[in-house]
């Protein structure tokens, strides 16, 4: 969904005229440089004191406008009217270090400021960017800017773009933004924004995109959206927003995606939902609706995914025919009040890729999808579904994560005969037994990933395991298991978890662990494992969680972080465990941690 996201926001800013001409060739060619934006800008530089882009390092020679400034677009008069760069988001190692310069205020001609994606230009928002009257788009994405949001901005009245996403900023949305009576796309999003969202913003009548998602926000979803005909984007979810759904947003019949998940909104959804004609994306989920999912829902014919999870919901479900939902790929119903006992066939009978019916208290056996080649993703736990697992999978060639914990399933592991691509199997709190080398063996997939199977009845030895796995989490706690833990265990370079407590393992814990270098999570607890634990574990860098309670370890805890600032409550119940933080071992003088 948040790929969803990005992609709108790229269309969107792309589809305005002017926005991010990153690349492109003025239709003129650019006069001289200004001698007041050169200044300006390297006022700006100077205040950046670090830049892993080499951006900046461009910016040498007296000429700003010849094109060798990267980022910088002039007019034929020589005046700057465009700085834009943006980093990649998801490269940690591309940054820039420093604030932004209230020397950027000076560029009276600039239409276009882009500075996004740079991760640690911190400080505020300069006031003197409320001078900057003919700027058009302002874009300062995914930096660490803090403090308040100007209420200058509302100066700037051409502005037709405003993203200040994935910063520190604080306080309430500025009043003063409604005065943008140009702007089409606002994203606040993923900040610290509190208060409640102003009246003064019902003024933005040309608005396609409303973000505020991922804020403090609080009050009420105000009516005034419903005004807002040309809007195709609202992302409201992650904040504190309470009471009803106004009815007048349902008159959007321009709307494409709307997300309000995960606030504390109350009610029904009122059945004026079905006029949403052109509503791709709907997401109602972890708030308080209560009430049936009302039937008009299946009048949505371009709506390909409903998430309306972790609510009050109650039976029955809408009795949705075959051409009903046309489009619909991926249904989240989650965790309501729905008592379904079987999935429902306007479910089973579509082609679908997304299928979240966790914690809807259905029983009997797994259902039978009559596509079964489009499913990507399954979540069927925490119901009471009984039987055996041995033709669910069937055809499901496309098939990457299922989830099927907390159940009443009972087979043996060598009846599960998964696809080849899967990546996620997670069948915890079930009666599942049988031998772990069913599933770890030479024909493992390389694709799986995460592998729990914890809480059932899994007996025998862990087995050896091969090169070329890329699993990054396996819990096979609280089963049966005997046997020691294998020095093959330094295979699985990937892991970042493993879970192999409340078993009956025996033996030493392997030096070879200590390799795991991605490890951050270690539990061995209340097992039979003897010996020491090995020093080697020192060498993995980010453990964040071990616990090698109640075993029968014996001699001193390697005396190291963050082993030794653990809390001794994750060494308790063993032989002779010493060293910090338990007590000091025998004849050795316990040191100061530094």
Request: hydrophobic residues 40%.
């Amino acid at each position: 969904m948040q790929i969803l996201v990005w992609v709108f926001d790229v269309l969107f800013i792309s589809s305005l005229v002017g926005v991010f001409p990153l690349s492109l060739a003025e239709t003129t060619s650019p006069g001289v440089c200004s001698e007041a934006d050169r200044a300006a800008l390297l006022a700006f530089k100077a205040k950046i004191v670090k830049d892993t882009t080499g951006i900046l390092s461009s910016w040498i020679g007296r000429d700003c406008c010849e094109g060798d400034w990267e980022g910088v677009q002039c007019n034929p008069a020589g005046r700057v009217t465009t700085l834009a760069f943006q980093g990649p988001v998801k490269d940690s190692s591309m940054y820039m270090k420093g604030t932004l310069s209230s020397s950027l205020g000076s560029l009276p001609f600039l239409q276009v400021l882009v500075i996004s994606g740079m991760k640690l230009i911190t400080g505020p928002i300069p006031d003197s960017f409320s001078k900057l009257t003919r700027l058009t788009q302002l874009v300062l994405e995914d930096n660490s800017l803090q403090g308040n949001i100007p209420s200058g901005l509302g100066l700037l009245s051409h502005l037709q773009t405003l993203s200040l996403a994935g910063n520190h900023l604080k306080g309430p949305v500025p009043p003063s933004l409604g005065n943008l009576r140009n702007l089409g796309m606002i994203n606040l999003g993923r900040n610290s924004l509190s208060g409640p969202i102003p009246a003064s913003l019902k003024n933005l009548h040309l608005l396609q995109s409303f973000d505020l998602s991922f804020n403090s926000l609080s009050g009420f979803i105000p009516e005034f959206l419903g005004q807002f005909r040309n809007i195709t984007f609202i992302d409201l979810s992650n904040n504190q927003l309470s009471a009803h759904l106004p009815i007048s947003m349902f008159n959007l019949v321009s709307l494409s995606y709307l997300s309000l998940s995960h606030n504390l909104l109350t009610g029904t959804i009122p059945e004026q939902v079905g006029n949403l004609k052109s509503l791709t994306s709907l997401s109602l989920s972890s708030n308080k609706f209560i009430g049936h999912i009302p039937a008009s829902i299946s009048r949505l014919q371009n709506l390909w995914s409903l998430n309306l999870s972790r609510n009050g919901f109650s039976d029955p479900l809408p009795d949705v025919s075959n051409r009903g939902i046309p489009s619909l790929l991926s249904i989240d119903l989650s965790f309501n009040n729905l008592s379904l006992g079987t999935v429902p066939k306007w479910i089973t009978d579509r082609q679908l890729s997304d299928v979240n019916l966790a914690g809807c208290k259905m029983r009997g056996s797994l259902p039978r999808f009559t596509r079964p080649d489009s499913l990507s993703s399954i979540d069927l736990s925490n119901n009471f579904l009984t039987g055996s697992i041995s033709t669910f999978f069937t055809k499901m060639t496309s098939l990457q994560k299922v989830k099927l914990s907390n159940n009443l399933l009972k087979f043996d592991l060598s009846e599960l005969k998964v696809p080849d691509g899967i990546s996620s199997i997670d069948l915890h709190s079930n009666q599942v037994c049988g031998s772990l080398s069913s599933i770890l063996n030479n024909r493992t997939s390389s694709f799986l990933e995460v592998i729990d199977v914890s809480n059932n009845l899994i007996s025998g030895t862990i087995p050896e395991f091969s090169e070329g796995l890329n699993l990054k989490e396996l819990n096979i706690g609280s089963n049966k298991i005997a046997g020691q833990i294998p020095s093959s265990i330094s295979n699985l370079i990937e892991l970042e978890r493993l879970d192999v407590s409340r078993n009956l393992i025996t033996g030493t814990i392997p030096m070879s662990l200590g390799r795991l270098a991605n490890l951050h999570w270690l539990d061995l607890s209340i097992n039979r494992l003897t010996g020491r634990i090995p020093t080697s574990l020192l060498g993995i860098k980010f453990m964040r969680h071990a616990s090698f309670r109640a075993n029968r370890l014996c001699g001193e805890i390697p005396q190291g972080r963050p082993y030794d600032i653990f809390p001794a409550s994750a060494y308790a119940h063993n032989l002779c465990l010493c060293g910090k933080p338990m007590p000091p071992c025998r004849g050795k003088k316990q040191e100061t941690s530094q």
